[in-house]
């Protein structure tokens, strides 16, 4: 069975709400019937009801039994407004929580953290810091992680890697890279892999030597000491970490390299250029930018996504909110 099969017969048996503040889109909608017609979860469209009948009727699409909800006509807008404020504790007031309520994505934001959804997915149509700023406010990261970071899974008939922080990150520092490389194990496990962990760069066991050289030398050794039951080495060049002939040159006696399965970035652009290449040249399904390491379950996409990447990320995050 396929990862997301394996993911959808877990789901379905719970069969959890998500939100989708993005409803007007005809890759959202078309995803979401989809994944109500075969009962994995319980879509809940956010957007003008108009607007969102207009874009089924030119797609064909029966959204007779979608939950649909415009947030600029919600019986409870006051109780959410109410729990934003409290949550925000003096950075915003009542009549500046009413007017962000507008914006779809706090809105879904705080659908999730007051419990009325159990996951949110949005990002199609909007920037990735227009999609998680407000998760970064409102449901904040779980205890014990200072940053969260957006995986990708890249998925290609049999093949399944984890590539990140491809999303979130501005400024890495080794502290950083650590943390992500520890919370993608994390993620890999919740998700029945056996993740072996590269921290890559353009050099591979101080074959060069620079500042991020050793940076990402200082965030493999805190990893190791911290973590000693995680299967990670570092520095590697990609083709070390993936390349057994090229391991066996460049990284002899390595636990990792020549078989990595989850590849953690030295900084966003590498991230972000790196898994657009794989999945542009390399043919790969590209699902996420999950955010790791969050309260509740909040996930991008990219704008170039497609219907596909949608309904992959909805089981993703529906996952995440009962695994
Ligand atoms: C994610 C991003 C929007 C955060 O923006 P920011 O300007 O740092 O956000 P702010 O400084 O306004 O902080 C907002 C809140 O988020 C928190 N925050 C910021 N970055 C965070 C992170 N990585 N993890 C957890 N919390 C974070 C801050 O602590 C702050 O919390 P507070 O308001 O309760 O004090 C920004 O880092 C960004 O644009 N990243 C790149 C996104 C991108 O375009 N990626 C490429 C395409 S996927
Ligand atoms: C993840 C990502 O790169 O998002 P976007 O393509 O929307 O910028």
Redesign the pocket.
């Known amino acids: 069975m396929g990862f997301i099969e394996e993911l959808k017969s877990k789901v379905s048996a719970q069969c959890p709400s998500i939100v989708f503040p993005e409803g007007e889109d005809e890759r959202i909608l078309g995803a979401c019937v989809r994944l109500q017609e075969e009962r994995i979860l319980a879509p809940v469209v956010l957007g003008n009801i108009d607007k969102i009948k207009e874009t089924a009727q030119a797609k064909g699409l029966n959204i007779d039994n979608l939950a649909v909800i415009d947030p600029l006509n919600y019986d409870d807008t006051d109780a959410l407004a109410d729990a934003f404020v409290e949550r925000?504790k003096g950075?915003i007031d009542k009549e500046g929580a009413i007017e962000m309520l507008k914006d779809p994505n706090y809105f879904g934001t705080l659908l999730v953290y007051t419990g009325r959804a159990a996951g949110m997915v949005s990002?199609a149509v909007h920037?990735?810091?227009?999609t998680?700023?407000p998760a970064?406010?409102i449901i904040?990261?779980k205890e014990g992680?200072?940053?969260?970071?957006?995986l990708f899974v890249m998925l290609r008939g049999d093949e399944q890697y984890l590539m990140s922080d491809?999303?979130?990150?501005?400024e890495m520092d080794a502290p950083?890279m650590a943390e992500v490389a520890v919370i993608t194990d994390m993620t890999g496990k919740q998700f029945g892999m056996d993740p072996h962990v590269a921290m890559l760069s353009f050099s591979t066991k101080g074959s060069a030597k620079s500042d991020e050289v050793t940076m990402v030398q200082e965030a493999t050794a805190l990893v190791k000491e911290n973590h000693p039951e995680i299967k990670i080495d570092g520095e590697l060049q990609f083709d070390a970490a993936f390349v057994e002939t090229v391991a066996k040159k460049k990284a002899p006696g390595s636990p990792v390299a020549g078989h990595a399965n989850t590849f953690i970035f030295p900084n966003?652009a590498a991230g972000?250029i790196g898994y657009k290449i794989a999945q542009r040249f390399g043919g790969f399904e590209a699902i996420g930018?999950i955010l790791q390491?969050?309260n509740h379950p909040v996930n991008?996409l990219?704008r170039g996504c497609n219907e596909d990447e949608v309904y992959s990320l909805s089981i993703i995050t529906a996952a995440q909110a009962i695994l």
Not at 127 to 130: H, I, R, V, Y
Not at 145 to 150: D, L, N, P
Not at 166 to 170: F, P, S, T, V
Request: aromatic fraction near 4%.
């Open positions: 925000r950075k990002g920037t990735t810091g227009e998680v700023k970064l406010q904040k990261t992680f200072k940053r969260t970071s957006g491809c999303a979130i990150n501005l950083t966003l972000n930018p390491g969050l991008d990219s």
